[in-house]
């Protein structure tokens, strides 16, 4: 059911259980963000500057809004870093919210353009909230279509990102976290990996916390690396080769013909409490569930083939 489409001036506020969730942000900044981001219970879980200030925040890296995707390089042009030299914006079209049984879903429709207002990329984005007492996620759908020929550059600067509370840190000022990601790497050994999933927990506002972001197994070159810093950044990157793995300048662009598309999928889970690596790792199944191997499919159709057999032998009752 079609709640509502939104002027594209209005943010869009996202409720669970009559508690606030998130809000998605589609104008008065450089690209659409989501923020604020609470998990179970309300607790905040993503840094609240350059939006707000809190105590204890890094007022670093202005261009981090909580949870956003763009990239650092597509045709030479910087959808990354806010205002600098050779940025660009992602304008918002169209959005609207729906209601589907218990799951809130924001659509938008996205623009990427250079300062000259030319047209890179049309963007087609949802954001699908579900959730309960214990565990909240986010799964966002991101279609990039090419408008031009465009070639997303090799960087480590991108792409889907979150800017976490600073008590999810591994390091600052009020910093209590811990990182670990689906291969068994640990704190900042994570960073420039490759990996399924990517997890970070820790105490807020004395509560047990975490948030992991899973990589889609259809995703562009999955499992993906992960620009995963120390100090709150964590992003899954699926472009940036040079940076990540020192290989030649250019070997992880990605070029686009006009008209082609770019689908990347990712799930946001934020839970209140502790979780195993086998907790973990079954977020990932149910994110993306295996298809069924040749055996099983085999033995499927033939318990199929065996009981249409029986039950056409069988009596019937007029």
Known sequence: MLLWAAPVSA?????QGG???ATVVTSGAQFPYVYPLYGPGGVRMTRGFPMEHFAGEAKDHPHHRSMWFTHGNVNGVDFWHAGGEHSGRILTQAQSLDVRGEARIVSLSLRWVTDEQVRLIDEER???FTGNKLDRSIDVDIRLRAATDVVFGDTKEGSFALRLHPALRLDGEIAAGSAQN???DKGGGIWGKRARWVHYSGPIDGKPV????YDHP????????WHARTYGLFAANPFGQHDFERKPAGTGDLKLARGETLRLRYRVVLHAGRRTRAQLDAGFVGFAPS???PLTHAIGVAVSHSLGVLLRALPRED
């Not at 259809?218 to 690396?225: A, D, F, I, S, V």
Request: net charge neutral.
């Open 11 to 15: 943010q869009i506020n996202v409720e």
């Open 19 to 21: 508690e606030p969730f």
């Open 126 to 128: 949802t954001y699908t």
């Open 182 to 184: 689906s291969n068994g």
């Open 210 to 213: 975490g948030v992991t972001i």
């Open 218 to 225: 259809k995703n562009l070159r999955h499992p993906t690396w």
């Open 291 to 293: 298809p069924p191997s």
